[in-house]
């Protein structure tokens, strides 16, 4: 259905066979049948090979991939793909990675579905790929290994740490094949982006839902609203409210869930129930992370509950570099805002040591960073700072 939303969107599919010959699969032709769901024309994409596929495992996947003529970014993401659904199936089978081995999907028509998937970001040079959160549907599918719940155990795997939610459809609505692209390309899951949107593709897939078109839908454009100094991702914000444990604990706290994957936590004074006063707890992650700080907050503190939600941010772009003091190196994060000017701000973990280590005021050594940067950045220098006085 990836592949056809791509097809319909203008993607040739003797160009996609033509790429795809490079991976020495055989005799392989790609079909793309004009069909339509609901009344809505889409694409249903068949891949037909002269002879029946070998049975792979993940390393052979991977020696033809790496073997083949790709260009290293489509190879790139199409191992990347690979390498989930082989981390999957690998915890759910409790066998070594390069052991697994692949029953659909390390047939010739789920690699064409993957490396095309590739081909087809490449082929219209996409910047970054956002994605609606995952339906998984219900009920029971047939597999090599037999008949297995919906989601498929490899599935499930697949999509931890991204939005899902049931649906009330009776059947796969994300295979393992799909679930590993979607999990590699997208960069957020929400709401559509601000977008000036340029085309829009629907792919078909093979069964008729009661419930609606059974149609992939993807759009292609270009981004509004923001300049291109700003990052843009999507991050989930994890709360909670605690009043009754000793506060002793919220520093430790704050460390964990750093460790953890955290990648900002705020305490907030609250007034709770019956006027006691309590501590709110927010933690911003990625969503991959959002199960390990959950099970932190959970373990960590005496919360009973825990609640959290996908929020879009936007960031400046950051990058850090070393200047040259009078105490010797220190890292600086430079930040960039909107309008092009630079920004500067020390370390603190670096300034705290270099000041224990050199027994001097913690101001005296942000003042040193301070001095540099203007001096030496002010010129085009990052190497010059005037003694101090000790």
């Known amino acids: 259905m990836v592949l056809g939303a791509f097809v319909d969107l203008g993607v040739s599919t003797h160009w996609l066979v033509e790429k795809i010959r490079g991976l020495s699969l055989g005799d392989v032709e790609i079909v793309a049948q004009d069909v339509k769901k609901s009344g809505i024309g889409a694409k249903r994409i068949i891949v037909l090979e002269k002879e029946a596929s070998p049975a792979r495992n993940y390393r052979d996947i991977v020696n033809i991939l790496e073997n083949g003529s790709l260009c290293d970014k489509v190879k790139n993401v199409a191992v990347d793909v690979f390498s989930r659904i082989a981390d999957a ?10 052991d697994v081995h692949f029953h659909e999907v390390g047939a010739v028509d789920s690699i064409v579905d993957i490396v095309g998937a590739a081909l087809c970001l490449d082929y219209f ?44 459809s009776d059947g796969e609505l994300v295979t393992p094949t799909g679930a590993g692209i979607i999990a590699s390309l997208s960069q957020g899951f929400g709401p559509i982006p601000d977008m000036e949107i340029e085309r829009v593709g629907y792919g078909s897939g093979s069964r008729e839902r009661r419930d609606g078109p059974n149609l992939l839908r993807v759009f292609v454009g270009k ?35 750093f460790q953890d994957g955290a990648l900002d936590v705020c ?58 003091t009078c105490f010797g190196e220190i890292q600086v994060k430079c930040t960039t805002d909107p309008d092009g000017r630079k920004r500067y701000a020390p370390e603190y973990e670096a300034c705290k040591k270099i000041a224990l280590e050199n027994n001097v005021p913690l101001k005296i050594v942000y003042d040193a960073v301070a001095n540099t940067v203007h001096d030496g950045f002010s010129h085009g220098k990052t190497d010059r700072c005037d003694k101090l006085d000790s």
């Not at 923001?226 to 409210?241: F, I, K, R, S």
């Open 223 to 257: 981004k509004i609203g923001q300049t291109t100094e700003l990052g843009n991702d999507d991050v989930y914000m994890v709360e909670t409210n605690i009043d009754d444990m000793n506060p002793e604990i919220l520093g430790y706290l704050m460390e964990k869930l």
């Open 267 to 324: 305490f907030a004074p609250v007034m709770m129930k019956k006027n006691r006063p309590g501590t709110k707890v927010e933690v911003l992650c990625p969503p991959e992370k959002q199960a390990d700080i959950t099970k932190c907050l959970f373990t960590e503190t005496s919360t009973i509950g825990v609640r959290y939600h996908l929020v879009h941010r936007h960031t400046l772009k950051r990058s850090m570099l070393a200047v040259a």
């Open 89 to 98: 199936e690998a915890r759910i089978h409790r066998c070594e990675k390069d």
């Open 125 to 168: 040079n996409i910047e970054s790929v956002s994605s609606s959160p995952l339906p998984l549907g219900s009920g029971f599918v047939d597999c090599a290994h037999g008949k297995l719940p919906v989601p498929a155990p490899a599935t499930l795997e697949i999509v931890k740490g991204l939005p899902v939610y049931g649906g009330t």
